[in-house]
């Protein structure tokens, strides 16, 4: 079997402030399609939640795939990522450097 070579693990983040951004990001990344929708159905109407369901469904493949792409690595860019693990990676890489502090 063409296995392809794990070079980094997805990082665990120590610091409090900082998981507490990846828990953010990925329920951001996960559930915010929904929230959209809900926010739309309780203001507007059905047709409208429809609307926002789809848009933010698209958008939201799209942010996700450009925070994929732009902090794991390009050899490692063929597994299958969470969005957890996307959030991990994003926040270890790019808003919090030095993520193997341990926040006391």
Do not use: H
Not at 11 to 16: D, G, L, Y
Not at 90 to 103: G, M, S
């Amino acid at each position: 079997m063409n296995d392809i070579p794990m070079i980094e693990p997805t990082p665990e983040i120590k610091k409090q402030r900082c998981k507490m951004m990846a828990y953010v990001i990925a329920a951001a990344l996960s559930y915010g399609t929904w929230i959209v929708a809900a926010l739309l159905w309780y203001k507007y109407d059905l047709f409208f939640a429809v609307a926002g369901l789809l848009i933010s469904y698209i958008v939201l493949g799209i942010i996700r795939s450009k925070i994929r792409n732009s902090v794991i690595p390009l050899t490692q860019q063929e597994y299958q990522y969470s969005d957890m693990a996307i959030a991990s990676w994003y926040v270890a890489k790019r808003l919090c450097f030095n993520y193997d502090e341990i926040d006391l």
